[in-house]
């Protein structure tokens, strides 16, 4: 699995996962027991016993949908935008082979590092850092949340990072890492924002992101697809910032933000007045509704994890470290 396809292909991420949360816990004193509310309360969002569950069965369950193409195996241990991504991929996949995937092979996740935050109010999140057998060398990272107690963990980002990129997160004396409020006006960016940044910059450029192959280059393959010939494709980006997608950020050890955040974009192929418009392939054809006349709309929708540096301290530009896209539905025209 690469970590960015074709813009014009169905993507076709891996998962493995995890994010969790604990709620209340139960504290002894000399009284007796007494409740603990995890809405109040600044505690782990989960153990680390039930983060290695959350991401065993999250495994499973994944391996079992894919193997199956079916998506109601799995829904319960995806949220947010791998959610978005997943089930259009096995709709796609049981519409083209509704026997099963022919070329299914178990994801297996080794190697699993777990960054478990304390903090107070809900979402209760944490990340997992993996090898993958997927995907070459790069490391997987999955976030789990849940927003209450009565929730599974489910992944609600998985993204595919180099080697040596994920920095060191900050963590106290008992080894729990620190959540950063989205609202964090320490940094060179604000995390909250950084959904509705990322779509400023795809339109229209700017200073805040560093150049990259999800940034600048990106910005120059559109450039370049714009205009082919017998065919003009248009883009359309929107921050996703509510709900399932709201971003969430984990304290690195110099002062900044691992930053989780998500996208949603829109390209519209249309074919010049007089000529045959180009037939997508068999996955685009599996989420495409209406009739492929003259145009396309497609629908994506993509997660990212950005590195975003402590205001006031070298260079104050967002990294994009990591991106996974998926396309979502189309309409023909």
Sequence with gaps: MSRDRDPRTLRRPARSALIAASVTALSATASGCVVVHGEREILPSTTRAEAAKALQEFTTAYNEADKAYDASLDSDHTTGALADIDSARLKAGKAN???GNPNH???KLTDAKYTIPKK???PRWFLVDAAGNKGGTARWLLVFTRSSLDDPFQVAYLTLVTPGKVPEFKKDADGWAESVPVNSTGLAADPGGLSRDYTAYLKNGGDTFADGFHTSQWRALREKNSKKPGLVTQYIDEP???GDYQPLALRTADGGALVFFTTRHYEKQTAYAGTSFPVPNKDVLALTTGEIKQSLLMEFVSN???LDPPKGSGS????????????TSAEGS
């Design 97 to 99: 082979n509704p026997d």
């Design 105 to 107: 092979s178990p994801l």
């Design 120 to 122: 107070a109010g809900w």
């Design 240 to 242: 996703l910032t509510n």
């Design 304 to 306: 990212e994890v950005a």
């Design 316 to 327: 104050q530009k967002v990294t994009i470290l990591g991106r996974i896209q998926g396309m």
